[in-house]
């Protein structure tokens, strides 16, 4: 079975510049998580989708970043204008809910992104 | 509010020897409990998870952890190390109504010869 499928791995921009990531989640999974990982914070939750709708955004560091998920298999992360600080590796993950995966997170290989 | 501590940032040890990483959290219920680790470059892979019954649980890779309640604890051992366990770890707790898991900071094995 595929895993959680993000674009691009890695991608360097200058600062101002618009930045989009993107994940494909599981098939058949119906919570998607976008987490930020930087040396000083360790993982951060930024936002999360239950059946394509956002539950919690509060982790959203500013307005410069919005997520969306039109869809069960497609969900963007974007950055508006970008900043050096947003330089981190942004990851994907998604879960269902129910036994026997109950809880448990499914990550992607992650994005890396460096705003110069 | 959920939170994870993990006491040791870097930890060394040499190949064949028993390891521990350290893990304790603070959650107002029965927390569900997990274990997951990244190798370089990569994302995260779940080693084992506890949610209720045996408080020994075994993961994939020769991994096991215990839930000591009483000391809010969930410690990941392996009896004897590999060279390709060489990675950083991390300890999670959750999911509340949030659905989303708590992480520790990590800890981060490196494996001598």
């Known amino acids: 079975d595929a895993g959680v499928i993000q674009s691009p791995r890695h991608e360097v921009t200058e600062m101002g510049q618009e930045v989009t990531l993107r994940c494909k989640p599981i098939?058949?999974?119906?919570?998607l998580f976008w987490y930020r990982q930087t040396m000083m914070r360790g993982l951060e939750l930024l936002i999360y989708?239950?059946?394509?709708?956002?539950?919690?955004d509060s982790g959203m560091p500013e307005d410069r970043f919005s997520a969306k998920m039109p869809n069960a298999s497609f969900s963007t992360l974007k950055i508006q204008p970008s900043e050096p600080r947003d330089s981190a590796v942004y990851f994907c993950a998604s879960s269902v809910q129910g036994a026997p995966h109950t809880g448990e997170l499914f990550f992607g290989e992650g994005s890396r992104l460096t705003v110069l | 509010a959920q939170s994870v501590t993990q006491p040791d940032i870097h930890i060394t040890v040499s190949e064949g020897a028993s390891l521990e990483l350290r893990c304790n959290y603070s959650?107002?219920?029965?927390?569900?409990l997990f274990w997951y680790v990244q190798s370089p470059g990569q994302g995260l892979q779940l080693l084992l998870k506890?949610?209720?019954?045996?408080?020994l649980v075994q993961g994939i890779k020769g991994f096991e952890a215990e839930f000591k309640r009483s000391q809010s604890s969930f410690n990941l051992r392996k009896p004897s190390v590999h060279w390709s366990d060489a990675a950083e770890y991390f300890c999670a707790v959750g999911p509340t109504g949030r659905r989303a898991l708590t992480f520790g900071s990590g800890t981060r094995l490196q494996v001598q010869p």
């Open positions: 098939s058949g999974h119906d919570y």
């Open positions: 506890y949610f209720s019954g045996d408080t």
């Open positions: 989708f239950n059946n394509n709708v956002p539950i919690d």
């Open positions: 959650y107002g219920a029965t927390p569900y």
